[in-house]
């Protein structure tokens, strides 16, 4: 009896240190303002840390599910990072002389990891898994060079712990506010924390990076999943503590 009540405390110290997922349901579901079956993905909220106010390689993306009053209840990509940056293109018509018109910046952010968790208004069961890149496209409107407006387009692609592969993608982004404008602004609670390259929280002195908002969303889980291995067993444990 002593042997099996270390192993049940075991276990049940072992479930609750850690997020238990499901499986993932293969198909298609979107936010509210895409038409389809599976509705019910959660908008979200984005930052991009950075290693000054303005500039500063490496950028680290975090994206964070929102309902309005909780991050990342449903879903979260975080640790993607930018080593490199690509020049930006200028829109016709941009006037250098004022720095005022269009300014199209291209990111690509390698690795990171993302989870989706159970919700049963969606129904995509639930997972983890590592990302392999995501891409974000800005489009910023300059004003004598003081961005007045930003919106921004982004996918990613992933694969689950059981073998799932995985497409994210986000439209319809707005950015609300940057380190760089004046007054050099605070990131609010309520948006993804800045991490630092390491995917650890940045600490107080590199607080500078970009946030927005998510308005758009379509995931993509695919039918071409592996059995799933699990990492432990009731047999494994019982060894273990014999």
Not at 66 to 86: I, K, M, P, Y
Not at 176 to 191: H, I, M, N, R, V
């Amino acid at each position: 009896m002593k042997r099996i009540a270390i192993v049940l405390m075991v276990l049940a110290l072992t479930l609750s240190a850690m997020t238990v997922f499901a499986d993932p349901n293969p198909g298609t579901y979107t936010s509210a303002l895409r038409p389809g079956a599976h509705q019910g993905v959660q908008l979200g909220h984005i930052s991009v840390s950075r290693q000054y106010p303005n500039s500063g390689n490496p950028k680290i993306f975090h994206g964070q599910s929102w309902n309005g009053t909780v991050l990342g209840t449903q879903w979260e990509f975080r640790c993607g990072v930018q080593t490199t940056d690509t020049p930006p293109t200028f829109g016709p018509g941009f006037n250098f002389g004022t720095m005022t018109g269009y300014v199209t910046y291209n990111q690509i952010f390698n690795g990171g990891t993302f989870s989706l968790y159970a919700d049963p208004v969606v129904g995509w069961g639930s997972g983890a898994g590592t990302l392999n890149t995501t891409s974000v496209t800005t489009q910023v409107y300059l004003m004598n060079n003081i961005p007045v407006s930003s919106s921004f387009t982004g996918v990613t692609t992933g694969q689950f712990e059981n073998g799932c592969t995985m497409t994210f993608a986000m439209g319809n982004g707005y950015g609300q506010g940057e380190t760089s404008d004046p007054s050099y602004l605070t990131k609010p609670a309520t948006y993804p924390a800045f991490l630092a390259a390491n995917c650890s929280p940045a600490d107080a002195s590199h607080q500078f990076g970009v946030w927005g908002d998510v308005n758009d969303i379509i995931i993509d889980i695919n039918a071409d999943c592996a059995t799933p291995t699990q990492p432990s067993t009731w047999g494994k444990l019982k060894t273990l503590y014999r």
